[in-house]
């Protein structure tokens, strides 16, 4: 019997960005977007929690060394978000909307191909202390 | 492909409230609720977490206007527990033990007809640093 | 030298209380204290650091045992204010307002008699997520 | 219509472990395990949290009464794993990795069989701030 | 004897901001402020703690309306912060560096008019999980 | 006029260590330390607040570069404790109870003769969630 295990590592980042439909009025973000359309941008201390599932290995009682998906996390995320302008830093955001939906979607994309040990299961990232958004690669069927 | 993300909002209300079963006599009631049972009441700062889940749209990268779903829970939650008696002040506690399993299932009702963009995953209800109830919607077999 | 340090304990409980003051109308107490005033009550999950100071003993490393610290908080305000009505089941709150700052100074009045190791250097109260009081045993010269 | 709700309750203690494999040289556990390898042993502060999930009852508005889940997680958990050495003074973690995923599947097997009123849905156990580990009782199929 | 108590109202704010002195070159911002002096922004939730100093009223157990206080902070320093560029945006901090030493003096000399019941006493400052600045009106003797 | 500002910068690390005095029985320490006393140890997570006071500068905004006080905490402290066993591997601690206390008084000599900008103020360590210690560099006069 192999058991399934789920085990989760916490990253943080910092930046800035700004929720702005390039294809609207001013007016019109500002309706939708309120105070997150300001031009100068704010920004965020962002939590991001990487999870993965698996059956530990006997040997080492790990499902994947957290060390290791420390590094993937990283030098594939961390590294591209941290202190940096989602809307113009980072070319994988890059003509989408700077949502942390759609930021918690690239995360999981960046991050799939590089989990070898057990299965990418969860994206979840913090944005305030009021809000988050989790993403467990799941598709809507039509 | 349509993506299924998860999105949560935090809210937080105060209120008083106590474990007592007026069937049973004030012996039995002490008996099983312990200290909770305090005819003076007692209470906490409760903490909501509530779960929506759908695609998010290209237009505003959102499931659901997060300013939208504060306002929906603040109106027909907060606004109605907060600084309240949950035995004494909440119709729709009325008759049923002020449980936070109670509490969690009534503020999924009181939300699930507000909720149009996406649909209403989880109410999670923290009591205490020490406890927390979660509801999906489920209901069990029998 | 004998070195100077300080050391905390948190403990926590659970009450019901309400801002009210009797000398006043309904409408005035409502006027000041907003839905703190509710006469059915509110309560909150109260979070207790006390700070006590002195200098380490070279036997144990410790200006006062953290576990006696613990049973002093317990015997001597814990159990006097958890899952308890401020208002009404709390004999030396009786007669003043139940505010966070007059309860501060309530907990320090009952444990200074008790702290024979060390000094009591401070109460700090939490009441939400979002306030606390300190009380260090300062007057104000007039 | 019986509706299905979870509780959750958390517990902590505090112990000390270290990762190494018997079976290897000091210099692969190094390798392998880092500082974790250490063999004076080091320590963490562990926060556990116990989920049930179950129908409440109409009489208490409880799935099950959390004074006796924590007297449940108390006695077959915190009290062996509490101010101890994991590796040494664990009779079911000997002969085992002491990972955090082979403690969640210890304590998994140590409190099923005292869960009497709902089930056992999920142990989740905090190692640090970064990381934690979840077992929710799955196997992987072959 | 009028005692003197400590009361400290939390709140938040959200913005980005940059650490670059325009008298230096690009590459000495860089030498010093590291990834901090990117030209693009970055951001962070910012926690405020206020506290004000004082005795007690008789008749509300208060030092300050902590209402009041909340609607003051409000009013002079988060409707002016948060979803802001504190370099661009914010008039008292123009022709500053934006780091939190400065804004935590500059939120102080915003808050100190404004506060007509007690006294202020400590502006706290978290810029992120790990660190923060206090500032309570002290000037060093020279 | 120059103004004395505080900047606290947060670093932790996870070590083992027991509460046991040499120079007494087995017994007797059981009896003043209960559980602390455990000869395979136990351990804990510790959070470690460093304080620096100062005037900021006007070309930096800092009083002291918080990466450089980072440097500072781990060359000194943190390197030397971070997976270790208190009692046995830190050539400063040996000799003396493992004490919190004397664990901070310890932090506060390793780092005073290495800060060079502002001044050591403060070093406060969280042992559990229910306990910290601080030290100011305060004798007792006698």
């Known amino acids: 019997m192999k058991r399934l295990v789920y085990i989760t590592r916490k990253e943080h980042f910092n930046a800035a960005h700004k929720l702005f439909n390039p294809a609207w009025s001013k007016e019109d973000n500002e309706a939708v977007f309120g105070r997150c359309a300001n031009e100068n941008w704010h920004g965020h201390n962002f939590d991001l929690y990487v999870t993965i599932k698996g059956n530990p290995s006997e040997d080492t009682g790990f499902i994947m060394d957290l060390k290791k998906l420390r590094d993937v996390i990283n030098e594939h995320v961390i590294e591209q978000l941290d202190h940096r302008n989602i809307?113009?830093?980072?070319?994988?955001?890059?003509?989408?909307?700077?949502?942390?939906?759609?930021?918690?979607?690239?995360?999981?994309?960046?991050?799939?191909?590089?989990i070898h040990h057990g299965q990418l299961h969860c994206v979840k990232l913090w944005e305030t202390h009021n809000n988050y958004v989790e993403y467990f690669g799941e598709t809507l069927e039509e």
Chains 1, 2, 3, 4, 5, 6 share one sequence.
Do not use: T
């Not at 949502?99 to 979607?105: D, H, K, Q, T, V």
């Open 87 to 114: 809307n113009m830093d980072v070319p994988w955001m890059s003509g989408k909307m700077a949502s942390i939906e759609n930021l918690a979607m690239g995360i999981w994309d960046q991050l799939v191909p590089h």
